[in-house]
């Protein structure tokens, strides 16, 4: 079943457009919009955070949408863990 992925990524677009009546096209362009007005809204959230505001003074969206796109979305825009790739190296071995 190799490429089998975007046969059904396609058809998913494809059962969504005949549903709404709307090209698929045009469903892939509200999609990102509403994306990049959820990651508007969530960077200026995770801004008032970084800044120590009080909790009173936390950016709270007014956007209709936030919440709901929050629910499902905050776990791919936040950073739950930090990878260190870098190997240790005692610099004193390597100088001179």
Do not use: Q
């Not at 059904?8 to 362009?29: C, G, H, Q, T």
């Not at 994306?35 to 120590?52: D, Q």
């Not at 791919?76 to 240790?88: G, I, N, P």
């Amino acid at each position: 079943m190799a490429g089998g992925l975007p046969l059904e990524v396609n058809d998913a677009w494809a059962r969504i457009a005949e549903e709404m009546l709307v090209p698929v096209s045009e469903i892939k362009r509200k999609k990102e919009t509403l994306l990049a007005a959820f990651r508007l809204n969530h960077k200026k959230v995770v801004a008032s955070l970084k800044s120590g505001a009080g909790e009173d003074e936390v950016f709270k969206p007014i956007w209709v949408f936030y919440d709901a796109l929050a629910a499902f979305m905050i776990d791919v825009y936040e950073c739950k863990s930090v990878l260190v790739t870098a190997d240790k190296v005692d610099i004193s071995k390597t100088l001179p």
